[in-house]
């Protein structure tokens, strides 16, 4: 068996978590096992649910702009007892630059993941900005879940080269397939019945953009009384925007659910999926909403590798007027799933191309 090392920081409800997660649901766990190491001790969402299919959790320390030697001699120390792991996938960039040529050192084959367009600002993005400059020349395979996620952290002359690989953020497709009862079934639980459902999935940390999504909401409340906002997902800035919410007047049309385990049956329950990100590499929530039929109304910062579909309406941020027109506006919903399937986005592909890549590692590790 091959026991694949992915190193993800969190194992909280996230994009690269949520991803990785479905691969992992979809190999054949009797030949390939997925361990994980993280820096965020209170942050298992998925532990549970790893180690019922056979994986590992381990917690190291996270960087903190001063213990360089303490991240290398602990990973040193990993390796040194864990001699049978021939593969880390890393999906946490910011100082994997630290611990990538430890790896490499214990023999092991390396992989960086890129699922982001940005490392934020201030002086906290400008370090990891530095940190992420070695990546390029210090793993074997370049991976990025678009091709704007992979130009970004390793520019295009890598991404040109034979160790650059393009993962598109893969969906189970068979979850979304529901009987359409469901739709009222989750509207009545929720008490949403008859009203108009502006749905977001997405942490509550800055780059999701609530703010904004709230301050649209609110004009387009004003214009349709009707309409709710259903809000999936947990986060450090979750109590702010409910404040911001009753702030707005609007605290009694917010619903906010928390981290769910079913998403697709939450957005049968929504009319419109809004999803105003400053930023992303490929929001795979944005896949899913079209997978669930979903008109979907995007800011233009995403990467256009979602569009995949006529459910896509594409905005600029700035203007929450132009926002809340566009989210109310009558749309059908449609079937997209041989869109999605052509364009790359079954989960069971991606599994079946990361299988692949583990197992050709594996082997030249063992050459």
Known sequence: MIRVLHMIASLDVGGSQTMMMNIYRNIDRSKLQFDFIIDHPGETYFAPEIEAMGGRVYTLAGFHGTNAGEIRRDWNNFFYTHPEYRILHSHARSYA?????????????????????NSGSGLKGAVKAVLQLPLRDQADILMACSRDAGEWLYGKRACESERFILLPNG????????PPDVREKYRRELGIEGRFVIGHVGRFRDVKNHTFLLDAFQKAHAQNPNAVLLLVGAGPLQQAMAEKAAALG????????????????????????????LWEGLPMTVVEAQAAGLPCVLSDTIT??????????????GDPDQWAGELIKPRKRLDVSKAIRKAGFDIRDSAARLTELYTRLDREGHA
């Not at 928390?258 to 999926?273: I, K, T």
């Not at 256009?304 to 941020?317: C, F, K, M």
């Open 97 to 117: 630059s630290l611990y990538l040529p430890v790896a490499r050192k214990h023999g092991l084959k390396t992989i960086i993941h890129s699922h982001s367009t």
């Open 171 to 178: 969906i189970d497709m068979r979850r979304f397939a529901l």
């Open 250 to 277: 609007v605290a009694d049309q917010v619903l906010m659910t928390g981290n769910r385990d079913d998403v697709p049956a939450l957005m049968q329950a929504m009319d419109v999926f809004a999803f105003p990100s």
């Open 304 to 317: 256009r590798e979602v569009d995949i579909s006529p459910l896509v309406q594409v905005l600029p941020l």
